[in-house]
């Protein structure tokens, strides 16, 4: 079975500094990563996902995130954040291939990102 | 992409009383759909996979009998919280299955009373 490890539970950052939200997975198989957003009582929003190809992948509001399959690691980061930023972010996978819309979502505890003005 | 809702966003019962919640793929059929519950400031926990048609799929220590899922169309998902308790309390997410990943929906905030 898959599992996924959010390093930090909070990260502060100042407003206009880069941030990483540190993220790493186990898995046997080839999987899909994901992160997501969630903003005080609302539900996920899709910020990025990894499927194959390019393992640099690029999201929406400015985020990116890499994949190191030798480290097996999956970082989001944001060169410059802002306050609207300020939410709870989750790194999550599920088993690739063609599939993997099917599959059961593991997720990572969750990082609270807290930017400061 | 996907839009996915959620029905009621927020719900508050006496402790008891039954709530359903009902989760909607609006422009896209989803023939499984998935409910997940958040405790405060914890990650989502997969509780069930609903496949249209058929008797949902539960995960390891959830009680079917109290939390009863039907899936009768290939738009609409319900959740029905039986005999609600205030340890029932806790934000309920739903999803639809897609290609390559799962459209979430907004979430239902309950709270028993």
């Known amino acids: 079975a898959q599992s996924v490890t959010q390093l930090d539970s909070q990260v502060p950052v100042f407003e206009e500094a880069p941030v990483e939200l540190r993220c790493n997975y186990s898995?046997?198989?080839?999987?899909?990563l994901f992160w997501y957003v969630q903003y005080p009582n609302q539900g996920l929003q899709l910020l990025l996902k990894?499927?194959?190809?390019?393992?640099l992948v690029k999201g929406i509001n400015g985020f990116e995130a890499e994949f190191n399959k030798s480290q097996t690691s999956f970082h989001l980061r944001k060169p410059s954040v802002h306050i609207s930023d300020t939410a709870e972010y989750f790194c999550a996978v599920t088993l690739g291939g063609d599939s993997g819309g099917y599959q059961k979502v593991t997720f990572g505890i969750g990082t609270k990102l807290q930017v400061i003005p | 992409g996907a839009v996915v809702s959620q029905h009621p966003s927020r719900v508050i019962c006496k402790s008891g009383t039954s709530v359903k919640i009902e989760c909607r793929s609006l422009d896209f059929q989803a023939t499984t759909m998935f409910w997940y519950r958040q405790f405060p400031k914890q990650s989502l926990m997969l509780m069930a996979t609903s496949n249209e048609g058929s008797k949902a799929t539960y995960e390891q220590g959830v009680e079917k009998d109290k939390f009863l899922i039907n899936h009768a169309s290939l738009t609409l998902s319900t959740l029905t919280v039986t005999s609600a308790h205030p340890e029932d309390s806790s934000f309920y997410i739903c999803?639809?299955?897609?290609?390559?990943?799962?459209?979430f929906g907004p979430g239902t905030r309950l709270t028993v009373t």
């Open positions: 898995s046997s198989v080839s999987v899909y």
């Open positions: 990894y499927l194959s190809g390019s393992t």
């Open positions: 999803s639809a299955r897609g290609q390559s990943e799962q459209y």
